[in-house]
């Protein structure tokens, strides 16, 4: 069954007839990535207007592969359960050279996380999700659909900015601008900042079709990722399934291809069939692109910030876009709100050092399976062949086979907020059985010291004693104690009970000299 | 012999450095490049049994 598109409703801003007090911050789009903005700012008592020049959630699947840290990242927006409940988790992959199948892999979920290693769930039921958990905020969260921002003047200490309605235009003010926008962000053109990077020339096609039964052997949910597959001359493919028994076919089209053309039904359907054989299908969605992988420079200009595809872009191999921009949030969200409440705005620099840097790794990793999926030469081409062929046989040369390698978070250790040297600092949580529920529910959102031992630990800051079991003491050993940031990254471990070290770490943390 | 994996979370960095080498040659200079990088890499390995094996298992897998 299609999505039902429902509109949201239009209601004329206030701003039209009156002047607005100023908004804490303006948020540029209502995608995934401006909307959990939203979310997250409000659970941190912050108030803030999202403006979308449209009135509906995405059009087609898009991002569709939601990695396990942006599930835990959900979860802490309050749609974690949610999109879990309803997305598609796959465990078995097959890899195919041409007709010959190189292996499979079974990916069993690793026991003790709440959330798997990802699940494919279309964009559109993740921003319905997103808009209905915003409408519970709203006290919060003012959400204005068909409200386009035309254009926006930082001065200094607030930000103006003009928008369009179908009542026409207004003005209003916000402390912070966040421009959520997307790839092709007018606020940043407006601004005429540098985006760059490397475009790859190959035109891909992604296609979204229902289908009757499973293309698979069996019912169960597979991932199958064609190099050179028999029924699409020297290119890659890819199947995988999404909720309500829609497929996405993903193929790679080569450069030469007018992707005009190539988008009609009369050039689809065949490639359709001869991927699932002969049964009735229903097209659902379709769309040719090409992409790049670029970012910007500075995520932070004074008042105005980056988030998600508006800041940078990855090709899609890895679901680092997607992904990408939920951290982001996570990443500014809690530090934002603590500026708004009176913390050095410094503290808006880290977020630049932080996710510029995880936005160069996803463009790094995203970059080399494009490269190894679109050989430029034909020592590339041969090289990538004998990898496939020793693969067959050799678990080493599937180690080197590069489809995209999924988004993970990048570790934050060694830079501004985190301190100490203990291997796990500055990476994100990870996951536990705790009492009934799992540590991601309780630990996220606000600082917290995990505490291992039964030393007497100082209450500056919100505790929470990890159990004694084997899997924590596999994951975070028995003794000492971690300090959480409310984005679930750790920043310190204290081996002792040291008070002064705790609140110098936690000083730090926050933006102040330690 | 390892046939397990042996580069750990380094192997797509290391593979990407093996396409920028050949960068801009022509085939048949890349396929110099190889024929030289085995010869090294024979020396770097500098254990006749596990070269042996090497080259017979190589000799094996057939791409065809």
């Known amino acids: ?514 | 012999m390892i046939l397990d994996d042996n580069l750990g979370s380094q192997g797509d960095s290391l593979y990407a450095q093996l396409m920028q080498a050949h960068e801009g040659l022509s085939t048949a200079q890349s396929h110099a490049l190889n024929a030289r990088l085995v010869l090294m890499m024979m020396n770097e390995i500098g254990n006749a049994d596990i070269i042996t094996a090497l080259l017979k298992e190589a000799r094996n897998i057939s791409s065809d």
């Open chain 1, 1 to 514: 069954m299609a999505y039902d598109y429902a509109p949201f409703p239009y209601v004329a801003p206030p701003g039209l007839t009156t002047s607005e007090p100023r908004h804490p911050v303006a948020i540029v789009g209502a995608g995934p990535i401006g909307l959990a903005m939203a979310i997250d700012l409000a659970q941190h008592g912050i108030k803030s207007v999202v403006l979308d020049d449209n009135n509906v959630v995405s059009i087609g699947s898009r991002a569709i592969c939601w990695a396990k840290r942006t599930l835990e990242i959900f979860d802490r927006l309050g749609i974690g359960s949610r999109v879990l409940d309803k997305g598609v988790t796959w465990k078995v992959g097959r890899l195919f050279h041409g007709a010959d199948e190189v292996y499979s892999f079974d990916l069993l979920p690793e026991a003790g996380h709440k959330y798997p290693a990802f699940i494919n769930l279309q964009q559109y039921y993740v921003e319905q999700y997103l808009v209905e958990r915003s409408q519970e905020l709203s006290d919060w969260i003012d959400l204005r659909f068909l409200n386009k921002v035309t254009d926006h003047r930082d001065h200094g200490d607030h930000v103006a900015l003009t928008i369009e309605t179908p009542d026409g235009p207004y003005t209003l003010e916000a402390d912070y601008y966040v421009a959520a926008e997307g790839a092709g962000s007018p606020t940043r053109k407006r601004m005429d900042l540098p985006f760059e990077g490397q475009t790859f020339e190959e035109h891909f096609l992604i296609v979204d079709v229902e289908l009757p039964h499973s293309p698979f052997e069996t019912e169960d949910p597979e991932r199958w990722f064609w190099f050179a597959p028999p029924f699409h001359q020297g290119q890659s493919a890819l199947l995988h399934k999404q909720p309500d028994n829609i497929y996405r076919i993903d193929l790679q089209l080569g450069a030469e291809t007018d992707p005009k053309t190539e988008a009609t039904e009369e050039k689809v359907i065949p490639r359709i069939k001869a991927i699932i054989g002969d049964m009735d299908f229903r097209l659902d969605w379709m769309s040719v692109y090409k992409f790049r992988c670029a970012k910007l420079d500075q995520f932070v200009h004074n008042r105005v910030l980056f988030v998600g595809d508006s800041a940078h872009v990855v090709s899609p191999f890895g679901a680092r876009g997607g992904n990408g921009g939920i951290q982001d949030v996570d990443n500014l969200g809690w530090k934002l709100a603590a500026v708004l409440n009176g913390a050095p705005t410094s503290l808006l620099d880290t977020y630049q050092q932080e996710r510029s840097f995880g936005s160069a790794e996803n463009i790094l990793n995203s970059s080399r399976a494009t490269n190894f999926m679109t050989p430029k030469s034909d020592i590339e081409t041969l090289f990538r062949n004998e990898t496939l062929a020793l693969a067959a046989k050799h678990p080493f040369a599937r180690k080197l086979i590069n489809s995209g390698r999924l988004s993970q978070p990048c570790t934050l250790a060694g830079m501004d907020l985190q301190s100490g040297d203990h291997p796990l600092v500055g990476q994100a949580l990870i996951d536990l059985p705790l009492g009934n529920g799992w540590l991601v529910e309780q630990a996220q959102g606000q600082f917290t010291l995990l505490t291992l031992d039964s030393q007497s630990w100082p209450d500056t800051v919100a505790s929470l004693a990890l159990p004694h079991t084997p899997v924590c003491g596999a994951r975070y050993g028995t003794t000492g104690a971690f300090l959480i940031r409310p984005d679930g990254h750790i920043c310190a471990y204290f081996e002792t009970p040291d008070t002064a070290a705790i609140t110098a770490a936690l000083t730090r943390a926050t933006g102040g000299h330690a």
